[in-house]
């Protein structure tokens, strides 16, 4: 039996992966301990891993718009996008993170570290013990790192030519540049470890033996990465938050149902929801709407044929739609697909346009911007409904995802670094 120290923070959608993780290998014989923001109790709790909040560095007691330190819905541009990182979790932090780790380590005694991508304190304090450390991004990879891949955030396809490979080329110096903002706290923090200055902020990256790609090859823009990185498979379920659901209509209803799903975080999405549930109403379907846990469902009045809830088992719900209306979160893109089911992407920021890309790329997906009105939803909706390519291309896709599901790996992979 082995022991596996996971460190997380409350952003939405990479914490269940991680903890569904942990509760594999926990499965499997091994100790683990999740560290995390407070309101991620629950989380840990519904899988059934044990938990410990942060105690020094930032911890978030619920995941109200309120407690959200990035809110990064109100960023203008990519840089201000990367300094609200450095500021709220990577660079500022970051000896807050790594004390807290090392608590963690002598109390808990781990033989191996996984971290989700950004808590590069976590990583310092896995590097100042001498630890085995792994990195966990259960989504796309986020930084200027990994050869090939097109840049992080725009929605932008594989290099077609020489000239657009060095376009990117440029792009990532330039991103790699921006992230240097951050590097005078992270070499302080490194600093009060005893660890020497790095040259560039990135290079605390370097620190891990793996980096696991929760996400499926068969999605993703690069499908064979180079060492460190690998896919291991995506690793999705409902969250422990999701309610039972017992639909308001009559059984014999055959009209398509379109399930309407936005980010569990606040990203300033309500504008974006309403506009959806206008299209729906003037449209032949039924609609569900789930809101997620930080919207709340009295400020969105629907029509009769659209229900608007907090949450519902989409595991459910899936195999039933006709189409899923997302914002192309990592999970809410990859379950549709799936479930052979087309998406309407509208989204929102962060990997979303990426992720919209490769369903579009795949004639899976319709995107339209976050400020589509009604008129261009409903056209989009019908055409996804009525036209069948879509239908058929979303489960070729989700086919080739349903294999990397089943043939997961990242337990396999973390138990190989106890051995090396």
């Known amino acids: 039996m082995a022991r596996f120290l996971f460190a997380t923070w409350e952003g939405g959608g990479h914490v269940q992966p991680l903890m569904l993780v942990a509760r594999g290998l926990a499965d499997r014989g091994h100790a683990v301990l999740v560290l995390s923001d407070a309101c991620n109790a629950s989380d840990a709790a519904g899988v059934g891993v044990p938990f410990r909040p942060w105690r020094t560095a930032p911890s978030r007691p619920d995941k109200s718009p309120a407690t959200d ?19 709220a979790l990577i660079a500022t932090p970051a000896a807050a993170y790594a004390r807290d780790t090392l608590e ?9 570290v996984v971290s989700q991508e950004l808590l590069m304190g976590v990583m310092m304090a896995a590097e100042s013990r001498g630890l085995p450390l792994a990195l966990l991004t259960a989504n796309i990879w986020p930084f200027p790192t990994m ?15 020489e000239g657009v490979a060095e376009l990117y080329v440029r792009i990532a110096e330039a991103t ?12 302080a923090a490194r600093e009060g470890l005893g660890l020497p200055p790095l040259a560039d902020m990135l290079h605390q990256l370097d620190v891990a033996r793996r980096i696991l790609l929760a996400t499926s090859a068969h999605f993703d823009a690069v499908s064979d990465p180079p060492a460190p990185f690998i896919h291991v498979g995506p690793y999705l379920a409902d969250p422990t938050w999701a309610e039972p ?11 398509p149902l379109v399930l309407v799903t936005f980010s569990s975080m606040y990203q300033g999405q309500d504008g974006a929801v309403r506009n959806v549930i206008a299209a729906l109403g003037g449209l032949p379907v039924r609609g569900l709407v789930t809101l997620g846990p930080v919207l709340d469902v009295g400020d969105f009045p629907a029509p009769p044929n659209v229900a608007v809830v907090r949450s519902a088992p989409h595991s459910q719900i899936l195999p039933h739609c006709a189409v899923v209306v997302s914002h192309c979160g990592h999970a809410s893109t990859l379950r549709p697909l799936m479930a052979g089911v087309p998406i309407l992407a509208i989204p ?11 369903a579009v790329a795949a004639g899976a997906a319709v995107r339209l911007p976050r400020d589509a009105t009604p008129e261009a939803i409903a056209a989009a909706l019908t055409s996804l409904i009525q036209e069948p390519g879509w239908r058929e291309a979303a489960g070729r896709l989700g086919a080739a995802i349903r294999g990397d599901v089943e043939a997961r790996s990242a337990e396999a992979e973390l138990e190989a670094l106890v051995r090396s």
Do not use: C
């Not at 963690?104 to 191996?112: E, H, N, R, S, Y």
């Not at 790699?176 to 070499?187: E, F, H, T």
């Not at 659901?245 to 009209?255: E, I």
């Open 147 to 161: 050869p090939g891949a097109p840049p992080f955030g725009g929605g932008l396809p594989l290099a077609a030519d």
């Open 104 to 112: 963690a380590i002598d109390d808990f005694k781990p033989d191996v």
């Open 69 to 87: 330190p990035l809110r990064d819905w109100e960023h203008k541009s990519p840089m201000e996008v990367i300094n609200g990182l450095n500021e």
């Open 245 to 255: 659901w017992t639909a308001p209509w009559t059984p014999d209803r055959t009209d």
């Open 348 to 358: 929102m920021g962060r990997d979303q346009d990426d992720n919209a890309a490769r």
């Open 176 to 187: 790699r540049g921006a992230y240097q903002s951050g590097l005078p706290a992270v070499n």
